[in-house]
């Protein structure tokens, strides 16, 4: 009776050695992954477990006694992959994560001029990692016909009163075409083109500026500013001609993902393609023990607990060279706004943290959190360029939400750190008293 029980286990370890070195051997995500390292320690381990009978020693009869909770697991995954083959819409949230045919689709073009990199016209853009579930961020976007986020009806157009440039927070990363706040105006009376993309510095804003916007004869420009977005102009700035150009952002991580085959969009398999989809929950939880001893009377703010660390935080710029960059940057765009007869309106975009932090910890937000803010203003007011930050009006509308407000209700995504359109339609019509 004893044989043929530890035939059966023995039998079992031979099965998950197999399973799992195939699986090793056809990896379909980045051999430094540590998916990588977790499952090729479980096929060592299963592997000496075939010979348990040989050895006596106990962290052998640990090893055999695991086998049959990893022959599980392999089997629940075996029935997953099954149940995809016939019917993947079982799988709504997944199926961003699979690409069975595991290629790579390009999205990006190149450009020979500033902005150097934007997303290829009529084409599908997919955001990178895991955002929350398809109810939660909105992944995939339609590109225009020069490549940017606007209903197809808007980009035909050939005049605008609106040209909105920045990175995410114009493009309207996480929401669909009609929630971006470009799109709000034109809903609004106020014909815009979103020239925004996700992870343009500054200097590339101008690119898009000077190569999509002028010809669209704007009576307006609209400059996006989100918090500490200057640094992002060391990745372009003091590059020789001959030097790879580093890009920021979501357009950063997808080229990257694009042309480093070590670094993937998808997986093939249901397995990697469920790790890589948890990727930011693992992150959350490891925020949720890291800020374990933070504690809000509003449960409801429990999974924003970071925000406490701007307590201390201040804005004031440290790279200045970056920062003078990123205001030089802002002069030349003001430059070409007078050339072509438009007005620009800088418009600050705060982060999450900034927004939650009084209803979540009910103090007030420290002064040193709206130092860069400050100095924009100072900035805009020098140079004759419209300014506005919506931080106050944002802060006191999640202030005055009532006591049992539902989390949809909001200005930002639940999961991602951009805004939703209820956070959107205030930055809207802050920006639309200006424009009146």
């Keep these: 009776m004893n044989k043929n029980i530890i035939s059966f286990d023995v039998l079992i370890s031979i099965f998950n050695t197999l399973i799992l070195f195939i699986y090793l051997v056809s990896f379909d995500l980045p051999s430094g992954s540590k998916l990588f390292h977790i499952l090729f320690f479980l096929a060592f381990i299963s592997l000496l477990s075939i010979f348990q009978k040989y050895f006596t020693h106990i962290l052998f009869l640990v090893f055999s006694k695991i086998q049959l909770s990893i022959f599980s697991i392999i089997f629940l995954f075996f029935v997953f992959e099954t149940i995809y083959f016939f019917n993947p819409n079982l799988f709504p949230n997944l199926n961003l994560w699979i690409n069975k045919e595991n290629n790579a689709i390009s999205t990006v073009e190149y450009l020979d001029s500033n902005p150097f990199i934007k997303f290829k016209s009529n084409t599908t853009v997919r955001s990178r990692f ?9 992944y995939s976007w339609e590109t225009d016909l020069r490549g940017f986020k606007n209903h197809k009806s808007i980009a035909n157009l050939s005049k605008f009163d609106v ?34 993309v996700q992870g343009y510095s500054p200097s590339q804003m101008r690119g898009s500026l000077e190569a999509y916007g002028i010809d669209l004869k704007p009576k307006f420009i609209i400059a996006t500013y989100t918090m500490n977005t200057y640094t992002r102009e060391n990745f372009l700035k003091n590059k020789k001609d001959n030097q790879k150009k580093t890009y920021t952002g979501g357009i950063g991580d997808i080229e990257e993902a694009q042309i480093n085959p070590e670094i993937r969009n998808q997986a093939k398999y249901i397995f990697s393609a469920i790790w890589l989809m948890s990727k930011n929950v693992r992150k959350i939880v490891i925020n949720k023990f890291k800020y374990s001893s933070v504690s809000f009377l509003d449960k409801k703010f429990e999974p924003y607990k970071q925000i406490t660390t701007i307590s201390d935080y201040n804005s004031t710029p440290k790279d200045l060279l970056s920062w003078e960059s990123t205001l030089n940057e802002f002069k030349k765009i003001n430059s070409i706004s007078k050339r072509i007869g438009a007005k620009l309106i800088l418009v600050y975009g705060p982060k999450r943290p900034v927004i939650y932090y009084e209803r979540a910890t009910r103090k007030k937000v420290p002064e040193n ?16 360029i419209i300014y506005i930050d919506p931080s106050e009006k944002l802060i006191s509308y999640v202030n005055n939400l009532p006591k049992n407000f539902k989390i949809k209700s909001l200005p930002f995504l639940e999961i991602d750190g951009h805004m939703n359109r209820i956070g959107y339609t205030i930055f809207a019509n802050e920006i639309i008293n200006e424009l009146n």
Excluded: C
């Design 369 to 384: 959190v709206f130092n860069e803010s400050d100095l924009l203003k100072k900035f805009s007011k020098e140079n004759g």
């Design 130 to 138: 895991f955002r929350g579930s398809v109810d939660q961020f909105h």
């Design 163 to 196: 040209v909105a440039i920045g990175d995410s927070w114009t493009e309207g990363m996480g929401v669909s075409i009609d929630d971006t706040f470009p799109s709000i105006l034109s809903s609004s009376g106020f014909l815009t083109y979103n020239l925004g």
